[in-house]
T-cell receptor, first 114, second 110 residues
């Protein structure tokens, strides 16, 4: 199974700033996704990171707030822009070899916005 | 009605007990079923994956799917303190992304 490395593992940021989270997979994967996990809540899909093209965002998430890059088959970044305390959450990168196949996850980035 | 319903617990059991974790789903089109385990401050880890009704066993873990009732279960036999974690069910269909339950927090007491 793919090993996913995510950094930073945690950060405390000030309101109005931006943070870029990096995700590196140890093998080429077809699908990469970004999730958000808030305390007591299920994982919520933010977007599918598409290699070489714009990400596909889920309802409630927009590119201006969460720009995503995926320059190749093993790397992706998620930026949380103009942060507010409501953005405090765990952000998880995941990957799979094909749609509907099991996802593998990184350990997440624990973000606190003050 | 949410797509996947999962009792968040917490669930506390003594060591050695049989644990039953359950999810219900609303869309009969779901045909892929997974269980993930998530330890504190870690990402979810895949435990079981199945795409048919019936049982699938892996060591102390058994996943059960009943498509007619839209009900999935995970059984843990001889539970250990190391099984203490949050367990998330996930379902998928066709080309739609995985849909996760909220997770059940399990504590196994030595």
């Amino acid at each position: 199974s793919a090993v996913i490395s995510q950094k930073p593992s945690r950060d405390i940021c000030q309101r109005g700033t931006s943070l870029t989270i990096q995700c590196q997979v140890d093998s080429q994967v077809t699908m990469m996704f970004w999730y958000r996990q808030q305390p007591g809540q299920s994982l919520t899909l933010i977007a599918t990171a598409n290699q070489g093209s714009e990400a596909t965002y889920e309802s409630g998430f927009v590119i201006d707030k969460f720009p995503i890059s995926r320059p190749n088959l093993t790397f992706s970044t998620l930026t949380v822009s103009n942060m507010s305390p409501e953005d405090s959450s765990i952000y998880l990168c995941s990957a799979s070899t094909e749609i509907n196949s099991p996802l593998h996850f990184g350990n997440g980035t624990r973000l606190t916005v003050t | 009605q949410k797509e996947v319903e999962q009792d968040p617990g917490p669930l506390s059991v003594p060591e050695g007990a049989i644990v039953s974790l359950n999810c219900t789903y609303s869309n009969s089109a779901f045909q892929y079923f997974m269980w993930y385990r998530q330890y504190s401050r870690k990402g979810p880890e895949l435990l079981m994956y199945t795409y048919s009704s019936g049982n699938k066993e892996d060591g102390r873990f058994t996943a059960q799917v009943d498509k007619s009732s839209k009900y999935i279960s995970l059984f843990i036999r001889d539970s250990q303190p190391s099984d203490s974690a949050t367990y998330l069910c996930a379902v998928a269909s066709g080309n739609t992304p995985l849909v996760f339950g909220k997770g059940t927090r399990l504590s196994v007491i030595a």
